[in-house]
């Protein structure tokens, strides 16, 4: 495998013992974000709640947590104040916590989010989350995972190791920490209507594919009407290719489908997106063609970085075409994203226009992502951020500005 380590190959192909992941370890009083209604009202009866009233409370903290963004159970005023109490004693509603917020030039928002951890002692977690702010929509970037396992040789977050996989109060958690933090709950008037944040994408730290049934669990929550109420046809699921659940996520969640292609023969891929070597590309578009409810006005994104002099030839952008004969499909070309130490430059400008030109030409929308947050790291590919290395002081500050903000 050009351009991976020995220990990177082996792992991939699955010669070597996969490292553990860790687990979830809920604090004493867990947090009630990211569960069903179901599970609510199994909760309700674990502190006493009759069967009778199980079903009308459940939907009472469903509407306090997803449409009113409660914090705490004293704010959720048509509920019993015994039965409040009783919540208290036994549980919380809390989301991740903001450790540090940095604000990009161009208005970009990444937050470092501290996960509760139920081990005393244990280091918490933490993952990023980014808000890009456009004229037309608030596009949140959400995280599945603490790190990531897939080792793409472009990406800044394939060299963190993967720790362990979030829970869809976790997952859930991203969307209603944004929302606090752009103060984006219910009554809220803005130019975009009546929120700040109108579109998900599982794009952030992780691949959501290895961690499905906790993201189709808090997607179910995302996209509900009666709760938090972002449309399906607005979040999108990014995935580097696990084949065998891509028609489980059209099946089962129902979300618009993004492919991380970023090469055209399976040798290049084998090195940029080192998991093509267990599910190369013939494979990966295959399941594309099934996946349910593909059609052109539900069309799969194919999200293609611009690595100069290694992917980006006219040669690259026919063959591109001719694999995704058939298949609704819209092509995403991503300038490469610096980041400290990597082997890549960004294609030419003039080369990404001609390679654009010509899928538009073979009858593809081919935009052009602009850069968003690179000054911050929070641009694609760049999800391990400098606040790893700050010290302890500049991380409080940073803590500080968050809290104060």
């Known amino acids: 495998m050009t351009g991976a380590s020995p220990a990177q190959a082996a792992a991939v192909a699955g010669l070597v013992e996969k490292v553990p992941l860790e687990s979830y370890v809920p604090p004493a009083k867990p947090s009630l974000v990211g569960l069903s209604r179901a ?21 009472q903290l469903w509407h306090w947590m997803y449409v009113r963004g409660a914090e705490n159970f004293d704010a959720m005023t048509n509920i019993a104040k015994d039965m409040r109490a009783q919540l208290n004693a036994h549980y919380t509603v809390d989301r991740p916590e903001v450790v540090a917020e940095q604000i990009s030039n161009d208005g970009t928002r990444k937050w470092l989010l501290r996960l509760p951890s139920g081990v005393e002692g244990q280091r918490a977690h933490e993952v990023e989350c980014v808000y890009i702010p456009e004229t037309d929509r608030g596009t949140l970037c959400v995280s599945s995972q603490v790190g990531c396992t897939l080792n793409c040789s472009f990406c800044h977050t394939g060299t963190q190791r993967l720790v362990r996989n979030l829970t869809p109060g976790e997952i859930v958690g991203q969307v209603m920490v944004a929302r606090d933090r752009l103060k984006d709950w219910a009554d809220r008037e803005t130019p975009l209507g009546n929120r700040l944040v109108t579109n998900v994408v599982m794009m952030g730290m992780g691949e959501p594919l290895y961690n499905f049934d906790a993201v189709r669990d808090a997607l179910h929550i995302v996209s509900d009407g009666e709760g938090i109420g972002i449309s399906k046809r607005r ?22 489908l993004a492919i991380s292609l970023h090469a055209v023969r399976d040798d290049l891929r084998n090195e940029l997106v080192p998991l093509n070597r267990k599910y190369p590309i013939k494979e990966l578009l295959d399941a594309c063609r099934n996946y349910p409810g593909v059609s052109n006005s539900r069309r799969i994104t194919f999200e293609y970085v611009m690595l100069k002099g290694i992917n980006d030839s006219m040669d690259d952008a026919k063959l591109l075409v001719k694999l995704l004969k058939g298949i609704p499909a819209k092509i995403n070309l991503i300038p490469f994203n610096p980041w400290p130490g990597s082997k890549y430059e960004c294609s030419d400008w003039d080369q990404i226009e001609k390679f654009s ?7 593809y929308s081919s935009p052009v992502r602009t850069p968003r947050g690179r000054d911050i790291l929070a641009a694609c590919g760049q999800l391990k951020s400098d606040t790893e290395k700050l010290s302890v002081r500049e991380r409080q500050a940073l803590r500080a500005m968050a809290m104060t903000d």
Do not use: C, H
């Not at 199994?42 to 009233?53: H, T």
């Not at 290719?241 to 969640?253: L, Y």
């Open 39 to 59: 599970e609510l009202s199994d909760r309700l009866g674990e502190i006493g709640v009759p069967e009778k009233q199980r079903k009308m409370r459940a939907q």
């Open 235 to 256: 979040i999108t699921l990014s995935t580097s290719g696990v084949v065998p659940n891509i028609f489980r996520t059209g099946d089962e969640i129902g979300v618009m």
């Open 357 to 363: 030109e010509y899928i538009f030409n073979a009858g």
